[in-house]
């Protein structure tokens, strides 16, 4: 939950120039399957899409800020991004720009901030236009 909070900390601060979704994909510590001694929630494995809806609230819950998305049974987003456990993502028109590593040791907020404050940079900066006549 601490990350979940540091996200929606990030995407508050750069809500002006980026649009954030959450993705919630299969579990990856259910309760009836591998468990993390750390685990905050107590969630088996997902039979069903209400299952994993239901789920999910939980996830709405600590980032009620930030629209939620939920991962088809097939896992389909979370294999065509590579996404389990979570993962870190910057779209621009269809096109990924940022990829973080695999969480959770490669979830870094850090690394997605800095690619944000550089962006912003970019679009503040003024462009030199050439009009030829």
């Not at 002006?16 to 399957?33: K, N, Q, R, T, W």
């Not at 456990?85 to 800095?114: A, D």
């Amino acid at each position: 939950m601490a990350r979940l909070r540091s996200f929606q900390r990030l995407a508050a601060h750069f809500v002006d120039i980026a649009d954030f979704l959450l993705v919630y994909i299969e579990e990856a510590h259910p309760s009836d399957g591998w468990v993390s001694s750390g685990a905050a929630y107590n969630i088996p494995k997902h039979q069903c899409l209400q299952d994993r809806l239901r789920a999910a609230q939980l996830m709405r819950e600590g980032a009620p800020d930030c629209p939620l998305a939920v991962d088809t049974m097939d896992n389909a987003s979370s294999a065509a991004y590579g996404a389990y456990f979570e993962r870190l993502y910057i779209i621009q028109e269809e096109k990924v720009m940022y990829q973080g590593g695999r969480g959770p040791e490669g979830y870094k907020i850090s690394e997605l901030r800095t690619w944000l404050d550089q962006y912003k940079t970019r679009l503040q900066s003024p462009s030199t236009v050439v009009i030829q006549v």
